[in-house]
């Protein structure tokens, strides 16, 4: 080993990264979805960024990461045309942010959202690797975004990430040995002859194979499973150079597990995804990194065990990218998403010294930190639950209408008057049964009902206050809001069967259990 070059190496790149934070500094950020669902967010009313920038700013934060959905930015794929609204309501966000010394860094192309589209987003996403057109318009709603916050004196990075792409590696295992069109469009079958010789691409098969035109997307369980993942790698890498050309400095979320597939030898293999770390020629790298990983399915462990984990894995991430500063946009110290209960996780006892503890780990990165869940928020089905955006989503019947007062819009209801929303696309109910909340405010005395098919409640309401109640809305399509006698202002209407718990603050505002641990993280990092 030439000891001198790797010490000239290491030299370069220390340098680089103290350049990086006397320019830059470290980014300390909250992922900021306001007191909505990230669904929902852009749909939502928007209407306290300054009291919760104040907040994000006093708890050490000097960040916030905004999601960016392709389609709510970018509606109709064909005039390519800019939601000037979004774009607004993003505009007053940045401003915001910069009067309270904040910076904003964006996920662009966040697939979820609540836009008022009938195009299946999914579909939109599958095109975008088969269709030059789909492409231009991806192309176009980078450069537009570009445009609009590129010099805005609050704009502090960007990145894609592997996840917003993902669900098609496991869509197009379905499509089988009869479809070989779109391999062949999506540049699958090309590729694999490119990278491998006949002989290989037969072995993992299963079968001779001696053509790309005889190539298809292999199921989930095959052996050639190895190669759909190496493929998308190799897209990711395209889609990230393209992307670079028209917002520069644009980085990556890349994927830091490694994927089991079925071995030719009956072993089963792991594919990882070192070929994407270094993000192009991005300045920085970035990830999610949750407390589990790496760890046993169903551990338990120590804040020592799991600090030390993420040194090695994260370490390893930045070795593989050259070097480069990496951005944590998803620090996830704890998670309780449903279906993922056997992850493991630190133990409870433990969890404020294990965040506090990560302050080297993370400062070593270099670029910064975001936690994901800043303030815990439901899976709200209802779009627009605040009426910022009036009667958007809502259909009136009777004298229903929206008020505004201070900023404030809420729905006014009364005597025979109905407000209904369908939320049959977006219904995540469970057979369990969900949870029906909404503020309200009586004018006069009022008996309000509320419905979803066969489920009615009913409430005699009196003055000021806030209604949580049981409701099954399992299989249902609307919830109808509907004024028996009196008069009401309701306002913040959500359905929702999961909180998504972050601990830093809850749902109602108060705070959660590792407030003071984050606080102290931020003390203990740079600036």
């Not at 503890?357 to 990165?365: E, K, N, Q, T």
């Given at each position: 080993m030439n000891h001198k070059k790797v010490s000239r190496r290491l030299a370069a790149i220390l340098l680089t990264a103290i350049s990086w934070l006397m320019l830059c500094g470290f980014t300390k950020a909250a992922t900021y979805t306001g007191r909505d669902f990230a669904v929902n967010f852009w749909s939502g009313e928007m209407n306290m960024p300054d009291e919760d920038f104040q907040q994000i700013r006093q708890d050490g934060f000097n960040a916030i990461v905004l999601v960016v959905p392709w389609r709510q930015f970018q509606p109709d794929l064909k005039s390519r045309d800019m939601n000037s609204d979004a774009y607004a309501k993003l505009a007053r966000l940045m401003n915001a942010a910069e009067e309270n010394d904040l910076k904003v860094v964006l996920r662009v192309g966040y697939t979820w959202d609540c836009y008022n589209s009938q195009e299946n987003v999914a579909v939109r996403y599958r095109k975008l690797r088969s269709e030059d057109s789909v492409r231009r318009a991806w192309i176009s709603y980078l450069k537009d975004?570009?445009?609009?916050?590129?010099?805005?004196?609050?704009?502090?990075?960007?990145?894609?990430?592997?996840?917003?792409?993902?669900?098609?590696?496991?869509?197009?295992?379905?499509?089988?040995?009869?479809?070989?069109?779109?391999?062949?469009?999506?540049?699958?079958?090309?590729?694999?002859?490119?990278?491998?010789?006949?002989?290989?691409?037969?072995?993992?098969?299963?079968?001779?194979?001696?053509?790309?035109?005889?190539?298809?997307?292999?199921?989930?369980?095959?052996?050639?499973?190895?190669?759909?993942?190496?493929?998308?790698?190799?897209?990711?890498?395209?889609?990230?150079?393209?992307?670079?050309?028209?917002?520069?400095g644009i980085s990556m979320e890349v994927r830091l597990d490694i994927d089991p597939v079925s071995g030719t030898e009956g072993v089963r293999v792991g594919v990882p995804h070192t070929v994407t770390f270094p993000a192009g020629n991005a300045e920085f790298t970035s990830c999610m990194y949750a407390a589990a990983m790496g760890q046993e399915f169903g551990q338990e462990v120590s804040a020592g065990n799991a600090i030390s984990k993420a040194g090695s894995i994260l370490g390893m991430l930045r070795a593989n990218a050259g070097g480069k500063p990496v951005f944590v946009d998803q620090f996830l110290y704890t998670d309780n998403t449903p279906g993922f209960e056997m992850n493991a996780r630190v133990r409870k006892d433990e969890l404020p010294d294990y965040i506090?503890?990560?302050?080297?780990?993370?400062?070593?990165?270099?670029w910064g930190y975001a936690v994901w869940t800043y303030r815990d928020y439901a899976d709200d089905v209802i779009v627009n639950g605040g009426f910022g955006n009036r009667g958007e989503e809502w259909s009136f019947s009777g004298n229903a209408s929206t008020r505004e007062e201070d900023g404030n819009s809420r729905l006014y209801l009364e005597t025979d008057s109905r407000a209904v929303q369908d939320f049959s696309n977006r219904n995540t109910s469970k057979e369990t049964g969900d949870i029906l909340s909404f503020d309200y405010e009586v004018l006069t005395p009022c008996r309000l009902r509320a419905s979803a098919g066969h489920c009615v409640e009913n409430f005699a309401l009196e003055g000021k206050g806030s209604i949580t109640q049981e409701m099954h809305t399992f299989g249902e399509h609307q919830l109808a809001l509907s004024c028996l006698e009196g008069a009401v202002l309701i306002d913040n209407v959500k359905v929702y069967s999961h909180v998504t718990e972050g601990g830093i603050y809850n749902m109602d505002g108060t705070p959660g259990p590792y407030l003071d641990a984050i606080r102290t993280l931020n003390a203990n990092l740079p600036d």
């Open positions: 975004l570009y445009s609009r916050v590129g010099d805005h004196p609050a704009f502090g990075g960007a990145f894609l990430t592997w996840e917003d792409f993902w669900n098609f590696t496991f869509e197009c295992a379905a499509f089988g040995a009869g479809d070989m069109d779109t391999p062949r469009r999506c540049g699958y079958s090309e590729w694999v002859f490119e990278n491998y010789d006949q002989t290989e691409v037969s072995r993992l098969y299963g079968e001779e194979i001696s053509d790309p035109e005889d190539v298809w997307f292999p199921s989930l369980t095959s052996p050639a499973r190895k190669l759909v993942y190496e493929w998308n790698d190799a897209w990711m890498n395209e889609l990230l150079a393209d992307s670079q050309e028209v917002f520069p506090v503890g990560m302050a080297p780990v993370l400062r070593d990165m270099q």
